[in-house]
């Protein structure tokens, strides 16, 4: 039997790194990766849907060409050829982790791996020894029971194979898998409508910059909107989905179901190794991604806490750092979130929302892209960029971008935050001109009331 | 005419005490038999009711500062009607403790410095903590430069005229200590500075040891702050009797399955004894036997007390009071019972009168329901032992050269050996023993 200093279970965005880190360190590791290197993210997540975003996007950019003076007579949308050329990225990329791995010398099982004791794992029958073990399996999508299973009726793995867009579509989850992927369909002509069971699509940000998103989509990308009611009584077809919503009877070429994900474990036997799952089937850790069990870390979707690619490869670092190491170390877990939706979001930090939940005394600051030189420069006027700071000791506390860049514009604020800048420190910060990113300065301003591109709250 | 709202007196002994909480708002309506505050005194929570009607016009004095008794602490009257804005305590206490009050003579003693630490706190960490600037001397310039530093001058040796701090001293102490390596953040220096912490007895934690807001906030978190009024008390008292009462401990165990079988058999009949109940009545039985233990002594005379007062500690959130059963020597186990009943309930409720938690002779500490093997008590000063009772739980034990499984129940007193010798104290614990597990006892008292 082979044995590694680490084994890694999972080559998406928490596995791969912790592999070449711990490599690295001067571990001997192998990675075990049951279907394609790079996970989730790269094959059916981030990445595919950030090529099919770029193709709308452009597809919408020459649309709108004319406010150039640009004359485009006949653009077409070959979705089929957007699809070849995704494949074709994400295969490069593919290749670039195999490539990477291979370079760090990370060995590769390709099988699903099970427990046999806490130190050897079983791949394809095959043993591995294992002193160490990181756990990376990720999530998958949750196919709720209430939906029939037909070929019209799929979630985003399967969507993102399909090489022609139907005509009409329904979204059934408000999050921001089902938007982002509502905008994009929407901006290829497709007719789309999300049905949400909550109050409100992507109800984890603040009201103001929810409103933003929502009222763009509904305007100018014509998606219909329909929240706080459940889609019953759905069937499908050869000729299509139907379901009613509220006593609407609704109906589509294709229903998308976005309702969540849930971690993977089966197959694991976890149990072997003296590990079990919580309530929500999660793998619980702390903050040195360490588990239960001594010798065995987990990260990623698959802890559950925050489920996202960037995230996992932070939890993947310090998890293979303190596997390897002797002094352990936190992971960070001031988190940026982006959704690229049209308009893109970028959040980071405590919401206002949140911080009225703690009780806590915030004072905030917004500045709108209309008021911007470069915004009015190239077209792109929609949406804000926000600061909520605290309101005794003026330091960064959150901050969320809706708008044009918006998942660009959001790094300058996490870095800020976690620097734990203040207000006043952010706003004397020369930015340079005519920039997006000159928005954080002058919402800085805006925070102290002391705007220079905002008309004052009270004329003078 | 603004009518003064007044600091009651509770009890004979209380000089002094702190407004837990303003119940009203300045402003607020106020009708009579509202409750305008709660006071925390010695033993106790206290509510305090208005005896008029009108508006609370002002708070004189904010929540957490001692005051004396009898001082003024707000006002009361028709809305727009003129506050006094010297208030005038009653009768001016001699200002042994008056730091931690404001002044009754300042015209806004609203403003909540944080309260100084009591003198008498050698034990406590030094921590971050930048001294209220009181009696320093320090030149303008260099109070200045502190400031912006976010230091504390109080650490700095002056060289000016009579030790006089001048901001060259300031600068050589920056120096010194290396100020200019120091890393902070931006948000944790300003946070720092609003509360008046030295960041350079802050430790960091960050990459490179950059101070961030976690170790500021940190550093606030152990800043030394006031006991409360209640846990001084305890905290003397308890010494006290430590430091002049030489404690020694004897051990039992009873066996209480027959008392508890015979209990649940009363309980499904609808009698309300507790557990508690019996102890105590055992005690009390035990005590008419023994004067010795309870007695008291100033280490010269020795008193035998003619009554039984009995202490029956209860637990509190805030800590610990114990509420008296006064002369229990003349009640029945269903008076005990009920008496019981009745002051722990308002015990809980904070709504015991100071007399009602004074004047024990002997007290028991009943731990039962907090599951544990076995403890000693501190003797309450002036008595002369206490009795602490554990949890009983089912033991294997030997019985007639066979093992059996029995409700077993251990109690250690803790006597003054000034008072009573160690003999005296094994008879007076296994007296109490038997009595528990006299079966015929209980019968001819429920009967």
Known sequence: METFDVVVVGAGPGGYPAAIRAAQLGASVAIVEKEQLGGTCLNWGCIPTKTLIAGADAFARIKHAEIFGITVKGAVMDYAALIERKDKVVGQMRAGIGSLLAGNGVKTFTGAAGFVDRNTLAVNNIRVGAKKIILATGSTSAMPGFLPKHERVVESRRFLEMTKLPDTMIVVGGGFIGCELACMAAMLGVKVTIVELLEDILLLLDPDVRREVRSHMEKELAIRVLTGKAMENIAADSTGVRGTVGGETLTAELLLSAVGRRPVTDGLQLENAGLKTSERGLIETDDYCRTKVANIFAVGDVTGKIQLAHYATAQGLAAAENAVNTKPRKHDVLVPNVIFTAPEIGTVGLSEEDAGKQDRAVKTGRFRFAGLGKGLATGETTGFVKWIADAATDQLIGAAAVGPHATELIAEATAAIRAELTVAGLGRTIHAHPTFSESWMEAAHAVHGESIHAPPKKRR | ?447
């Open chain 2, 1 to 447: 005419m603004a009518t003064p709202i007044i600091m009651p007196k509770f009890g004979q002994m209380t000089e002094e005490s702190a407004i837990v909480e303003w119940c009203k708002k300045e402003g607020d309506k106020v009708a009579k038999g509202d409750i305008l505050f709660t006071v925390e005194t010695d033993k106790s929570v206290m509510d305090v009711e208005s005896f008029e009607e009108g508006m609370l016009l002002k708070i004189a004095v904010p929540p957490g500062v001692t005051v004396p008794v009898q001082s003024v602490v707000g006002f009361l009257g028709q809305p727009g009607e003129a506050v006094p804005a010297v208030p005038v305590a009653r009768t001016p206490v001699a200002p042994k403790k008056t730091e931690a009050a404001p002044s009754t003579s300042a015209p806004k003693p609203v403003a909540s410095a944080p309260s100084p630490i009591p003198a008498s706190a050698p034990a406590v960490a030094p921590a971050p903590v930048a001294t209220a600037p009181g009696r320093l001397k320090i030149s303008p310039r260099a109070r200045a430069l502190a400031k912006e530093a976010v230091i504390d001058p109080a650490r700095i040796a002056g060289t000016g005229p009579s030790g006089r701090i001048v901001e060259k001293d300031v600068e050589a102490f920056l120096e010194a200590n290396r100020y200019d390596q120091l890393r902070i953040s931006p948000a944790a220096k300003q946070l720092a500075a609003a509360e008046g912490l030295d960041i350079l007895m802050i430790q960091g934690s960050g990459d490179t040891g950059r101070i961030g807001v976690d170790d500021v906030k940190r550093a606030l978190a152990e800043r030394p702050r006031p006991m409360s009024k209640m846990r001084q008390i305890i905290a003397q008292r308890l010494t006290q009797s430590v430091l002049t009462a030489p404690h020694f401990f004897v051990t039992v165990e009873v066996d209480m399955t027959d008392l508890v079988n015979y209990r649940a058999e009363l309980k499904a009949k609808g009698a309300p004894y507790t557990v508690t109940d019996f102890i105590s009545q055992a005690v009390v039985l035990t005590l008419r036997e023994f004067p010795d233990v309870n007695s008291s002594t100033d280490g010269r005379n020795i008193r035998w007390n003619s009554h039984l007062h009995l202490g029956v500690a209860v637990s509190l959130e805030q800590g610990l009071v114990v509420p008296v059963i006064r002369n229990a020597e003349e009640l029945t186990l269903a008076e005990l019972n009920g008496r019981a009943k009745d002051l722990a309930d308002r015990a809980r409720a904070g709504k015991l009168a100071p007399a009602e938690m004074t004047g024990s002779t002997f007290t028991i500490s009943n731990m039962g329901m907090l599951d544990v093997e076995n403890f000693t008590a501190i003797i309450n000063p002036g008595e002369s032992a206490i009795l602490a009772v554990s949890t009983t739980r089912p033991k294997p034990v030997v019985r007639d050269d066979q093992i059996v499984i029995r409700s077993i129940m251990k109690m250690t007193l803790s006597s003054d050996h000034r008072l009573v010798d160690g003999a005296m104290a094994a008879r007076f614990v296994n007296a109490v023993k038997q009595k528990l597990e006299d079966m015929e006892l209980w019968k001819r008292l429920t009967s």
